[in-house]
Protein backbone atom coordinates (compact mmCIF):
# COMPACT_ATOMS: atom_id res chain seq x y z
CA UNK A 1 0.00 0.00 0.00
CA UNK A 2 2.45 2.57 1.15
CA UNK A 3 4.72 1.48 -2.57
CA UNK A 4 1.95 2.20 -4.59
CA UNK A 5 1.69 5.58 -2.48
CA UNK A 6 5.37 6.41 -2.58
CA UNK A 7 5.36 5.82 -6.44
CA UNK A 8 2.15 8.52 -6.79
CA UNK A 9 3.72 10.57 -5.09
CA UNK A 10 7.21 10.40 -6.80
CA UNK A 11 5.57 10.49 -10.43
CA UNK A 12 2.76 13.63 -9.50
CA UNK A 13 6.97 15.26 -8.16
CA UNK A 14 8.83 14.51 -11.07
CA UNK A 15 6.10 15.50 -13.56
CA UNK A 16 6.04 18.84 -11.52
CA UNK A 17 9.78 19.17 -11.88
CA UNK A 18 9.37 17.96 -15.67
CA UNK A 19 6.70 20.95 -16.37
CA UNK A 20 8.60 23.60 -14.45
CA UNK A 21 11.52 23.18 -16.36
CA UNK A 22 9.66 22.94 -19.69
CA UNK A 23 7.55 26.55 -18.68
CA UNK A 24 10.15 28.68 -18.97
CA UNK A 25 11.25 27.15 -22.60
CA UNK A 26 7.85 28.36 -24.01
CA UNK A 27 8.28 31.60 -22.54
CA UNK A 28 11.97 31.37 -24.99
CA UNK A 29 14.09 31.58 -22.14
CA UNK A 30 17.68 30.93 -22.89
CA UNK A 31 19.29 27.29 -21.71
CA UNK A 32 21.58 29.10 -19.40
CA UNK A 33 19.14 30.57 -17.44
CA UNK A 34 16.98 27.44 -17.31
CA UNK A 35 20.74 25.98 -15.99
CA UNK A 36 21.10 28.39 -13.74
CA UNK A 37 17.56 27.84 -12.33
CA UNK A 38 18.92 24.56 -10.59
CA UNK A 39 20.10 23.75 -7.33
CA UNK A 40 22.93 26.65 -6.61
CA UNK A 41 26.61 25.42 -6.89
CA UNK A 42 27.29 25.80 -3.03
CA UNK A 43 30.27 23.65 -2.06
CA UNK A 44 29.81 20.98 0.72
CA UNK A 45 30.86 22.15 3.94
CA UNK A 46 33.87 19.20 3.86
CA UNK A 47 35.10 20.22 0.39
CA UNK A 48 37.08 23.75 2.10
CA UNK A 49 40.32 24.70 0.34
CA UNK A 50 40.24 28.21 0.74
CA UNK A 51 40.19 31.07 3.70
CA UNK A 52 36.69 31.79 4.74
CA UNK A 53 33.01 30.48 5.89
CA UNK A 54 30.69 27.48 4.27
CA UNK A 55 27.48 26.78 5.75
CA UNK A 56 24.25 25.25 4.72
CA UNK A 57 20.88 24.69 6.43
CA UNK A 58 18.84 22.35 4.06
CA UNK A 59 15.22 21.78 5.53
CA UNK A 60 13.16 19.20 3.59
CA UNK A 61 9.84 17.19 3.49
CA UNK A 62 8.24 14.21 1.96
CA UNK A 63 4.61 13.03 2.04
CA UNK A 64 2.58 10.55 1.18
CA UNK A 65 -1.32 9.62 1.16
CA UNK A 66 -4.10 7.14 0.18
CA UNK A 67 -7.42 6.42 1.20
CA UNK A 68 -9.40 3.23 0.42
CA UNK A 69 -13.00 2.24 0.25
CA UNK A 70 -14.74 -0.70 -0.27
CA UNK A 71 -11.35 -1.33 -3.03
CA UNK A 72 -11.69 -5.41 -3.64
CA UNK A 73 -8.47 -6.85 -1.86
CA UNK A 74 -6.95 -3.92 0.02
CA UNK A 75 -8.13 -2.52 3.51
CA UNK A 76 -10.41 -0.01 4.29
CA UNK A 77 -9.05 2.95 5.85
CA UNK A 78 -6.45 5.71 5.31
CA UNK A 79 -2.31 5.40 5.35
CA UNK A 80 -0.40 8.38 6.03
CA UNK A 81 3.58 8.76 5.73
CA UNK A 82 5.51 11.62 6.53
CA UNK A 83 9.01 12.40 6.93
CA UNK A 84 11.06 15.70 8.12
CA UNK A 85 14.80 16.31 8.28
CA UNK A 86 16.91 19.12 9.50
CA UNK A 87 20.73 18.83 8.36
CA UNK A 88 22.86 21.85 9.07
CA UNK A 89 26.18 21.85 8.09
CA UNK A 90 29.36 24.79 8.65
CA UNK A 91 33.09 25.00 7.59
CA UNK A 92 35.56 27.75 9.02
CA UNK A 93 39.54 27.53 7.31
CA UNK A 94 41.90 30.17 7.95
CA UNK A 95 45.43 29.42 6.90
CA UNK A 96 46.30 25.82 8.14
CA UNK A 97 43.49 25.57 10.48
CA UNK A 98 39.75 24.18 9.35
CA UNK A 99 36.88 23.66 11.62
CA UNK A 100 34.28 21.32 10.53
CA UNK A 101 30.64 20.62 12.25
CA UNK A 102 27.68 19.23 11.18
CA UNK A 103 23.91 18.32 12.53
CA UNK A 104 21.63 15.91 11.42
CA UNK A 105 18.34 16.12 12.75
CA UNK A 106 15.27 12.99 11.14
CA UNK A 107 11.98 12.04 12.24
CA UNK A 108 9.58 9.70 10.32
CA UNK A 109 6.20 8.51 11.40
CA UNK A 110 3.73 6.35 9.25
CA UNK A 111 0.45 5.56 9.66
CA UNK A 112 -1.69 2.47 8.36
CA UNK A 113 -5.45 0.61 8.17
CA UNK A 114 -3.64 -1.70 10.67
CA UNK A 115 -2.19 0.22 13.31
CA UNK A 116 -4.53 2.90 14.34
CA UNK A 117 -1.58 5.01 15.77
CA UNK A 118 0.80 6.99 14.63
CA UNK A 119 4.40 5.00 14.34
CA UNK A 120 7.62 6.07 14.37
CA UNK A 121 10.21 4.52 11.36
CA UNK A 122 12.77 7.02 11.77
CA UNK A 123 14.46 9.17 14.29
CA UNK A 124 18.47 10.52 14.00
CA UNK A 125 20.20 12.96 16.13
CA UNK A 126 23.72 13.36 14.94
CA UNK A 127 26.17 15.99 15.81
CA UNK A 128 29.83 15.98 14.44
CA UNK A 129 32.68 18.62 15.17
CA UNK A 130 36.06 18.24 13.69
CA UNK A 131 39.48 20.47 13.78
CA UNK A 132 42.02 19.45 11.14
CA UNK A 133 45.81 21.49 11.17
CA UNK A 134 47.31 21.30 7.84
CA UNK A 135 50.67 21.32 8.59
CA UNK A 136 51.07 20.00 4.94
CA UNK A 137 48.01 20.77 2.88
CA UNK A 138 47.17 17.32 2.58
CA UNK A 139 48.77 15.91 6.04
CA UNK A 140 48.12 16.92 9.70
CA UNK A 141 47.06 16.31 13.14
CA UNK A 142 42.73 16.70 13.98
CA UNK A 143 40.99 15.94 16.94
CA UNK A 144 36.86 14.98 16.44
CA UNK A 145 34.22 15.11 18.46
CA UNK A 146 30.53 12.81 17.15
CA UNK A 147 27.08 13.10 19.76
CA UNK A 148 24.96 10.05 18.25
CA UNK A 149 21.37 9.52 19.93
CA UNK A 150 17.63 9.76 19.02
CA UNK A 151 15.53 12.63 20.27
CA UNK A 152 11.79 10.91 21.19
CA UNK A 153 10.29 7.60 23.03
CA UNK A 154 11.09 4.29 20.85
CA UNK A 155 8.23 1.38 21.18
CA UNK A 156 7.84 -1.96 19.94
CA UNK A 157 4.99 -1.63 18.23
CA UNK A 158 2.29 -5.01 17.29
CA UNK A 159 -0.38 -5.50 15.40
CA UNK A 160 -2.17 -7.63 17.91
CA UNK A 161 -1.73 -8.91 21.61
CA UNK A 162 1.52 -9.84 22.30
CA UNK A 163 3.60 -11.14 25.29
CA UNK A 164 6.46 -9.67 26.06
CA UNK A 165 9.01 -11.06 28.52
CA UNK A 166 12.06 -8.72 29.72
CA UNK A 167 15.39 -9.60 30.83
CA UNK A 168 16.36 -7.28 33.41
CA UNK A 169 20.18 -5.84 34.47
CA UNK A 170 20.03 -8.28 37.83
CA UNK A 171 18.88 -11.53 35.92
CA UNK A 172 15.49 -11.28 37.05
CA UNK A 173 12.47 -11.32 34.52
CA UNK A 174 9.35 -9.71 34.10
CA UNK A 175 6.09 -10.10 31.61
CA UNK A 176 4.29 -7.55 30.02
CA UNK A 177 0.63 -7.99 28.08
CA UNK A 178 -0.50 -5.27 25.26
CA UNK A 179 0.21 -3.91 21.80
CA UNK A 180 2.79 -1.14 22.78
CA UNK A 181 5.97 -1.49 24.66
CA UNK A 182 8.27 1.15 25.46
CA UNK A 183 11.76 0.19 24.37
CA UNK A 184 13.95 3.63 25.05
CA UNK A 185 13.44 7.05 26.34
CA UNK A 186 14.13 10.16 24.12
CA UNK A 187 17.93 10.75 23.81
CA UNK A 188 19.03 7.49 25.17
CA UNK A 189 20.78 5.11 24.33
CA UNK A 190 23.49 8.10 24.16
CA UNK A 191 26.89 7.51 22.00
CA UNK A 192 29.82 10.29 22.75
CA UNK A 193 32.75 9.81 20.72
CA UNK A 194 36.09 11.66 21.05
CA UNK A 195 39.30 10.95 19.48
CA UNK A 196 42.60 12.67 18.29
CA UNK A 197 45.03 11.54 15.86
CA UNK A 198 46.77 12.49 12.29
CA UNK A 199 44.71 13.00 9.16
CA UNK A 200 45.72 12.50 5.39
CA UNK A 201 44.00 14.04 2.05
CA UNK A 202 46.50 11.95 -0.38
CA UNK A 203 44.24 12.81 -3.17
CA UNK A 204 41.65 15.34 -3.87
CA UNK A 205 39.07 16.67 -6.57
CA UNK A 206 35.85 18.16 -7.32
CA UNK A 207 35.02 14.44 -8.37
CA UNK A 208 36.92 12.18 -6.03
CA UNK A 209 38.37 12.87 -2.76
CA UNK A 210 39.69 10.65 -0.40
CA UNK A 211 40.58 11.45 3.27
CA UNK A 212 42.16 8.60 5.85
CA UNK A 213 42.29 9.27 9.20
CA UNK A 214 43.89 7.03 12.28
CA UNK A 215 43.73 8.31 16.22
CA UNK A 216 43.09 6.81 19.75
CA UNK A 217 40.03 8.01 22.18
CA UNK A 218 37.40 7.25 23.92
CA UNK A 219 33.69 6.22 23.00
CA UNK A 220 30.98 6.53 25.66
CA UNK A 221 27.01 4.79 25.87
CA UNK A 222 24.88 6.04 28.35
CA UNK A 223 22.10 3.40 27.75
CA UNK A 224 20.84 2.06 31.34
CA UNK A 225 18.02 0.71 31.59
CA UNK A 226 17.18 0.82 28.28
CA UNK A 227 15.29 -1.99 26.22
CA UNK A 228 16.11 -4.08 23.09
CA UNK A 229 14.86 -6.78 21.18
CA UNK A 230 16.56 -9.87 21.89
CA UNK A 231 13.52 -12.01 20.21
CA UNK A 232 13.72 -16.40 19.78
CA UNK A 233 11.82 -17.05 17.24
CA UNK A 234 11.16 -20.93 18.44
CA UNK A 235 9.23 -19.35 21.17
CA UNK A 236 5.67 -17.44 21.49
CA UNK A 237 6.88 -14.85 23.46
CA UNK A 238 8.84 -12.08 22.28
CA UNK A 239 12.12 -11.63 24.31
CA UNK A 240 13.68 -8.42 25.62
CA UNK A 241 16.76 -7.35 27.07
CA UNK A 242 18.27 -4.64 29.17
CA UNK A 243 20.93 -2.64 27.67
CA UNK A 244 23.55 -1.05 29.97
CA UNK A 245 26.32 1.69 30.10
CA UNK A 246 29.75 1.49 28.87
CA UNK A 247 33.41 3.12 28.21
CA UNK A 248 35.88 2.01 25.84
CA UNK A 249 39.57 3.20 25.49
CA UNK A 250 40.29 2.71 21.42
CA UNK A 251 42.33 3.10 18.52
CA UNK A 252 40.12 4.11 15.46
CA UNK A 253 40.76 4.31 12.12
CA UNK A 254 38.94 5.91 9.32
CA UNK A 255 38.61 6.22 5.62
CA UNK A 256 36.04 8.95 3.58
CA UNK A 257 35.71 8.91 0.19
CA UNK A 258 33.20 12.12 -1.33
CA UNK A 259 32.78 14.29 -4.05
CA UNK A 260 30.28 16.06 -6.99
CA UNK A 261 29.51 15.88 -9.82
CA UNK A 262 27.70 18.51 -12.67
CA UNK A 263 28.30 21.35 -10.89
CA UNK A 264 27.56 20.21 -7.47
CA UNK A 265 24.13 18.52 -8.83
CA UNK A 266 25.14 14.81 -7.64
CA UNK A 267 26.75 14.56 -4.23
CA UNK A 268 27.84 11.26 -3.12
CA UNK A 269 29.79 10.28 0.41
CA UNK A 270 31.44 6.50 1.26
CA UNK A 271 32.91 6.49 4.91
CA UNK A 272 33.59 3.53 7.14
CA UNK A 273 35.34 3.97 10.76
CA UNK A 274 36.47 0.85 12.95
CA UNK A 275 37.05 1.65 16.30
CA UNK A 276 39.23 -1.48 18.34
CA UNK A 277 38.90 -1.25 22.30
CA UNK A 278 41.96 -1.99 23.70
CA UNK A 279 40.49 -0.89 27.46
CA UNK A 280 36.48 -1.51 28.42
CA UNK A 281 35.02 -0.75 31.40
CA UNK A 282 32.76 -2.59 32.67
CA UNK A 283 35.01 -5.33 31.82
CA UNK A 284 34.40 -8.09 29.51
CA UNK A 285 35.42 -11.59 29.28
CA UNK A 286 34.56 -14.60 26.74
CA UNK A 287 35.50 -12.82 23.90
CA UNK A 288 38.43 -11.68 21.95
CA UNK A 289 39.49 -8.39 20.75
CA UNK A 290 37.80 -8.10 17.27
CA UNK A 291 34.17 -9.36 18.93
CA UNK A 292 33.94 -6.04 20.93
CA UNK A 293 35.80 -3.78 17.64
CA UNK A 294 32.76 -0.97 16.98
CA UNK A 295 31.85 -0.32 12.98
CA UNK A 296 30.48 2.69 11.54
CA UNK A 297 29.50 3.01 7.82
CA UNK A 298 28.18 4.88 5.62
CA UNK A 299 26.89 6.16 1.97
CA UNK A 300 24.85 8.89 0.89
CA UNK A 301 23.91 9.71 -2.74
CA UNK A 302 21.45 12.97 -3.34
CA UNK A 303 20.39 14.10 -7.08
CA UNK A 304 19.37 17.86 -6.52
CA UNK A 305 16.80 17.65 -9.45
CA UNK A 306 15.12 21.02 -8.68
CA UNK A 307 16.21 23.90 -6.31
CA UNK A 308 13.55 22.16 -4.38
CA UNK A 309 13.38 18.38 -5.24
CA UNK A 310 16.26 16.03 -4.16
CA UNK A 311 16.39 12.53 -4.74
CA UNK A 312 18.28 10.96 -2.05
CA UNK A 313 19.62 7.95 -0.58
CA UNK A 314 20.85 6.92 2.65
CA UNK A 315 22.65 3.67 3.53
CA UNK A 316 23.99 3.09 7.39
CA UNK A 317 25.62 0.39 9.37
CA UNK A 318 26.29 0.55 13.09
CA UNK A 319 27.82 -2.22 15.34
CA UNK A 320 28.07 -1.71 18.84
CA UNK A 321 28.70 -5.39 20.48
CA UNK A 322 28.84 -3.78 23.81
CA UNK A 323 24.66 -2.28 23.30
CA UNK A 324 23.38 -4.79 21.38
CA UNK A 325 25.04 -7.88 19.55
CA UNK A 326 23.93 -7.52 16.00
CA UNK A 327 24.23 -5.09 13.53
CA UNK A 328 22.02 -2.07 13.10
CA UNK A 329 21.25 -1.38 9.42
CA UNK A 330 19.17 1.32 7.62
CA UNK A 331 18.41 2.14 4.00
CA UNK A 332 16.30 5.14 3.75
CA UNK A 333 14.87 6.40 -0.33
CA UNK A 334 13.50 9.45 -0.73
CA UNK A 335 12.21 12.12 -3.07
CA UNK A 336 11.79 14.64 -1.40
CA UNK A 337 10.73 18.33 -1.11
CA UNK A 338 13.67 20.25 0.37
CA UNK A 339 15.64 24.21 0.18
CA UNK A 340 18.78 24.58 0.90
CA UNK A 341 20.31 27.89 2.18
CA UNK A 342 23.77 28.65 2.15
CA UNK A 343 26.59 31.43 1.86
CA UNK A 344 26.42 31.46 -1.77
CA UNK A 345 22.66 31.83 -2.37
CA UNK A 346 22.50 34.24 0.55
CA UNK A 347 25.09 36.78 -0.82
CA UNK A 348 27.26 36.08 2.72
CA UNK A 349 30.47 35.26 0.96
CA UNK A 350 30.19 37.96 -0.92
CA UNK A 351 29.45 40.25 1.52
CA UNK A 352 32.30 38.96 3.44
CA UNK A 353 34.36 40.08 0.85
Known sequence: MRRKTRCSTAVAAVWLA?????????????????????????????????????????????????????????PDGWALNF????????????GPHELRASLDTQLAYSRTPAFEDFIKSKDVFAFDADYLFHALEWLGPY???ALDTTMLHGYDERSGETSWVITRADGTTDAALGRRLLLTDPFQPLTITEMAGAFSRPYKSDGFTIEVRAGFGGLHTFADDQLALADDDATPEVEVKT?????????????????SFVENKILWRVAGDVAIPVVNRPET?????????????????????????????????????????????????????????????????????
Not at 243 to 259: I, R
Open 18 to 74: VWAGAAPARAQVTAEQVADDLVADDQPAEQISEDGLKWKVGPSFSLSFNDNRNVVGQ
Open 83 to 94: DVALPLSIGYRT
Open 143 to 145: VRF
Open 243 to 259: LHSFDQAAVEVGLAMFG
Open 285 to 353: TGHNIAYYTNVDLSATLSFKLLEWLSLDYAFKVIRRPQLIDEFQIQNNLLLTLSYTWSDENTGTAAAAE
